[in-house]
């Protein structure tokens, strides 16, 4: 098991930002890519960034690209989110995973790519 908390999610007008942190315990994400999902009220879970486990590469939804960044830092084992410009249709509940094995980045961009996941945390973007 791999259990993780995000945290950092919260009430934002269009046009603002928040960071969302997803943090682990131990050393278990050191060596795992990472990846945020959002879900809506009533669609489905979708992709939104991913980021390699050397940290090398990451890779975003078309619809939040040049506005999300995902990194990390190993030494904290924290991933992050940083979300600027953000806009109503952002609003959703966000998830961070992390995939069972480990110095691999195959399926990163998928969501059977993960097989651990937090619990969530709210964001909602105001008109």
């Known amino acids: 098991q791999v259990p993780l908390v995000e945290s950092g999610g919260g009430l934002v007008q269009a046009g603002g930002s928040l960071r969302l942190s997803c943090a682990a315990s131990g050393r278990q994400i050191s060596s795992r890519a990472m990846g945020w999902f959002r879900q809506a009220p009533g669609k489905e879970r979708e992709f939104v960034a991913a980021i390699t486990w050397t940290g090398g590469s990451t890779y975003y939804a078309d619809s939040v690209k040049g506005r999300f960044t995902i990194s990390r830092d190993n030494a904290k084992n924290t991933v992050y989110l940083q979300m600027i410009s953000l806009k109503p249709e952002d609003t959703a509940v966000y998830y961070c995973?992390?995939?069972?094995?480990?110095?691999?980045?195959?399926?990163?961009?998928?969501?059977?790519?993960?097989?651990?996941w937090g619990q969530g945390t709210q964001v909602t973007v105001s008109s």
């Open positions: 995973a992390a995939p069972q094995r480990s110095y691999s980045n195959g399926g990163i961009g998928e969501r059977e790519g993960y097989d651990y």
